[in-house]
């Protein structure tokens, strides 16, 4: 069966893909046709879609992996969020300044490190990815080109990165315009269409909003809440990851990743029912639709 993976975005609660991945390289599942993402989902998804081993990416973030190495500059204290790492006085030097609290030219070069500084035509398994067009506020699709620069660009998110430059674009997080483009697999790959969300909304939650970073991804998600999916926006099958890892935190990724291997193979038995062949796994895709269309978030 062909079917496309879509990656949501979700900050450090996408390290939990590295253990979904190897569940279904253990359960036998077949590689997608195409894989689409958003954000940290558009990072996980290229290095993936080269076709890289899942332990070597797996090795990557557990043991050459120090986040606050990757960041620039103006990050200069080692606490263990992204979060609290960056000091109010460089904080107000950048607002006044009209800056990013980072320049991500740091996080640019691990992303040409990962990607091997291939193109997007050299991929094993064909990606794409999103990111809003400030200029137009259209979102855009990533196709062609560099894959770190792409991916660069469907990660940076407003305040805490700058704005990606490619071609007549100016880039920022793909989560601006749609952090779950299923629309996108629809539109570009035949088959069913398997979608993968880190979080849900919730309407009780009382966070501490202390800083832009953390306030600006709450508003941000006030307003997809808000938002009526329509038919285009629905996946064939849904697999929520869904946690209470903070989006910042991206220490002890090895627990992370070991979460989205268990959360993945708490749901073994509905995911081999959407895989199964035939009129067995017909049925099975048929029965997903309605739940989805009653709890499906993005």
């Given at each position: 069966?062909?079917?496309?993976?879509?990656?949501?975005?979700?900050?450090?609660?996408?390290?939990?893909?590295?253990?979904?991945?190897?569940?279904?390289?253990?359960?036998?599942?077949?590689?997608?046709?195409?894989?689409?993402?958003?954000?940290?989902?558009?990072?996980?998804?290229?290095?993936y879609a080269l076709g890289?081993?899942?332990?070597?990416?797996?090795?990557?973030?557990?043991?050459?992996?120090?986040?606050?190495?990757?960041?620039?500059?103006?990050?200069?204290?080692?606490?263990?969020?992204?979060?609290?790492?960056?000091?109010?006085?460089?904080?107000?030097?950048?607002?006044?300044?009209?800056?990013?609290?980072?320049?991500?030219?740091?996080?640019?070069?691990?992303?040409?490190?990962?990607?091997?500084?291939?193109?997007?035509?050299?991929?094993?398994?064909?990606?794409?990815?999103?990111?809003?067009?400030?200029?137009?506020?259209?979102?855009?699709?990533?196709?062609?080109?560099?894959?770190?620069?792409?991916?660069?660009?469907?990660?940076?998110?407003?305040?805490?990165?700058?704005?990606?430059?490619?071609?007549?674009?100016?880039?920022?997080?793909?989560?601006?315009?749609?952090?779950?483009?299923?629309?996108?697999?629809?539109?570009?790959?035949?088959?069913?269409?398997?979608?993968?969300?880190?979080?849900?909304?919730?309407?009780?939650?009382?966070?501490n909003y202390s800083n832009?970073?953390?306030?600006?991804?709450?508003?941000?998600?006030?307003?997809?809440?808000?938002?009526?999916?329509?038919?285009?926006?629905?996946?064939?099958?849904?697999?929520?990851?869904?946690?209470?890892?903070?989006?910042?935190?991206?220490?002890?990724?090895?627990?992370?990743?070991?979460?989205?291997?268990?959360?993945?193979?708490?749901?073994?038995?509905?995911?081999?029912?959407?895989?199964?062949?035939?009129?067995?796994?017909?049925l099975s895709r048929m029965?997903?639709?309605?739940?989805?269309?009653?709890?499906?978030?993005?």
């Amino acid at each position: 069966m062909k079917w496309a993976l879509v990656l949501s975005g979700g900050g450090a609660k996408g390290l939990t893909y590295i253990g979904m991945l190897k569940a279904f390289e253990e359960l036998g599942i077949e590689k997608p046709s195409l894989v689409v993402g958003c954000s940290i989902g558009a990072i996980i998804g290229a290095i993936y879609a080269l076709g890289k081993p899942i332990s070597e990416l797996e090795t990557f973030f557990t043991h050459n992996y120090n986040p606050t190495y990757y960041l620039g500059s103006n990050v200069t204290t080692p606490f263990k969020t992204l979060n609290t790492i960056i000091n109010t006085t460089h904080v107000m030097t950048n607002i006044v300044n009209g800056k990013s609290l980072d320049d991500g030219k740091k996080l640019y070069a691990l992303f040409q490190k990962l990607t091997d500084n291939k193109q997007f035509s050299e991929t094993s398994i064909p990606f794409l990815c999103n990111a809003l067009d400030v200029y137009t506020g259209n979102e855009i699709v990533l196709s062609e080109g560099e894959l770190a620069k792409a991916i660069l660009a469907s990660s940076a998110y407003p305040i805490a990165f700058p704005p990606v430059s490619i071609g007549e674009h100016l880039l920022v997080d793909g989560g601006a315009s749609n952090n779950c483009p299923v629309w996108i697999a629809k539109k570009y790959r035949k088959g069913k269409v398997l979608s993968v969300t880190l979080s849900k909304f919730n309407k009780n939650e009382r966070g501490n909003y202390s800083n832009l970073i953390s306030l600006v991804m709450r508003i941000t998600a006030c307003v997809f809440n808000n938002i009526k999916l329509e038919k285009k926006d629905f996946p064939d099958f849904w697999l929520d990851l869904s946690s209470d890892i903070p989006t910042t935190d991206f220490y002890n990724p090895e627990k992370k990743i070991q979460l989205g291997y268990e959360l993945t193979m708490a749901k073994k038995d509905s995911l081999l029912k959407f895989f199964k062949p035939g009129f067995m796994g017909f049925l099975s895709r048929m029965q997903t639709k309605n739940y989805i269309k009653k709890n499906y978030t993005i």
